[in-house]
């Protein structure tokens, strides 16, 4: 399944969240306003959650959300699972074809240096 983010912010949660989630999960531990992906002014976006418990249960790259902070910046490609099994892809060319290009701009200042994440 595939979500667009042009609205600028998504919604995900239970059916009986409100506002009404674009992005419905009906697994346990799951809020009704479990979390947001929202487009940030620098043109990223960020992933929040709720809560502590919603941060524990929420994982990005098999890492926990922190639970005092609740958000982390979205990279291409990043995978978010909710509680455990639900998981997504998030995908932003636009972000990778970015980062490629200033890595190659960068390139002669780079030699010698692990680019991989």
């Avoid at 998030?90 to 240096?113: C, H, M, Q, R, T």
């Amino acid at each position: 399944m595939y979500y667009s983010l042009t609205s600028g912010e998504i919604h995900i949660g239970r059916k009986s969240g409100k506002p009404p989630p674009e992005i419905i999960l009906g697994a346990v531990g799951i809020k009704p306003n479990h979390a947001t992906i929202k487009l940030l002014e620098n043109g990223l976006y960020e992933l929040k959650v709720v809560d502590a418990d919603a941060a524990a249960s929420t994982m990005v790259n098999g890492k926990n959300l922190p639970a005092k902070k609740r958000s982390r910046v979205l990279n291409h490609c990043d995978r978010i699972c909710f509680n455990g099994s639900i998981l997504y892809a998030f995908k932003y060319p636009v972000l990778k074809k970015a980062i490629d290009e200033k890595v190659v701009e960068n390139s002669e200042e780079n030699k010698g240096v692990d680019m991989e994440l």
